[in-house]
């Protein structure tokens, strides 16, 4: 099977519960978001309860993605808490 | 310097609205809207607002913002301004500045241009009190 390298950041109280703000990961290609959320969820058991909350939007090189968006070599993938700007 | 800005040291409400204006002699009206920071929040005192921001995507949003409202409202000339980091009570955290021909359709984008900011673009605000610290989560 190969695999891809890709970037995986973590903004605000994610940041806090994970610890880091940016990892480098490693999974298999061709996989869609929906497959990779299935994946941080084991890699990162103190925010699997979260990332299927519905406030909880994902971007792909920072434009908003679906479950259906297909994760690329190098791409930069966030978990993005609700926003609270303004 | 942009229209549209992101950055940890305060803004002069007074310079931006006065680049704004200048942009156009068929401005009749401009609105703005700015957000203080408060020193309450559901009964907590707060002592400090930490802003986080997601580098990148967050001035790619507020881009897409202006341009959508130049598009879609009757406006001449908008600018948009946020702080990032730590922001005492008191201070400004954010700045939107609509201009037009005449006031209605300066307030109409400036309302929008706000809400949509908050509905779109990745900043995360920390309030800092007096009994903990918390990320805040919805807009009132």
């Known amino acids: 099977m190969e695999t891809i390298n890709i970037t995986v950041r973590f903004f605000a109280m994610l940041k806090g519960r994970v610890g880091r703000g940016e990892i480098t990961l490693t999974i298999p290609e061709n996989i869609s978001l929906g497959k990779l959320k299935e994946i941080l969820k084991g890699q990162f058991p103190s ?37 609270s700007g303004g | 310097m942009s229209l549209v800005r992101i950055q940890k040291d305060d803004f002069s409400v007074t310079d931006e609205i006065g680049r704004v204006k200048a942009s156009s002699k068929s401005i009749g009206g401009i609105v703005a809207f700015l957000g203080t920071g408060r020193d309450i929040s559901k009964g907590a005192e707060i002592v400090r607002l930490d802003f986080e921001y997601y580098p990148g995507m967050a001035e ?20 948009i301004f946020h702080r990032v980091g730590k922001i005492g009570i008191g201070e400004n955290i954010v700045l939107i500045i609509a201009a037009a021909q005449h006031r209605n359709d ?35």
């Open chain 2, 106 to 140: 300066a307030f109409t984008a400036c309302e929008w241009a706000i809400s949509e900011l908050k509905r779109i673009t990745p900043i995360w605000k920390k309030e800092i009190t007096k009994k903990g610290e918390v990320w805040v989560e919805e807009h009132p």
């Open chain 1, 47 to 83: 925010i699997a309860d979260l990332i299927d909350k519905k406030n909880i939007m994902f971007s792909v090189n920072q434009e908003f993605a679906t479950n259906n968006t297909i994760i690329k070599e190098g791409d930069e993938v966030a978990l993005l808490p609700p926003f």
């Open chain 2, 60 to 79: 790619k949003k507020l881009n897409e913002i202006r341009e959508r409202a130049l598009q879609n409202f009757n406006i001449i000339e908008m600018g």
